[in-house]
């Protein structure tokens, strides 16, 4: 599956923060706007295997190990 502009621009910058961390990244826990969450960082979260939790997900987190 072709990645849009939207997801491409959000795997690019998580892979930047990966790179600049100085321990491994394991999760991420987001408040931002559901549609961004759900549309890119689960799904980037996903291909990763990282754990993930935000804003929208309220009694249940997303655990992908």
Known sequence: MLA???????????ERI???LPFPLLGVDSD???D?????L???C???????SGFGLTR??????
């Open 4 to 14: 849009n502009r939207s997801q491409q621009k959000a795997t690019e910058a998580m």
């Open 18 to 20: 990966r790179t600049r």
């Open 32 to 34: 931002n706007d559901p």
């Open 36 to 40: 961004f969450i759900y549309a890119n």
């Open 42 to 44: 689960l799904r980037y």
């Open 46 to 52: 996903e291909e990763k295997k990282l754990n993930f």
């Open 60 to 65: 249940r987190t997303t655990k992908l190990t």
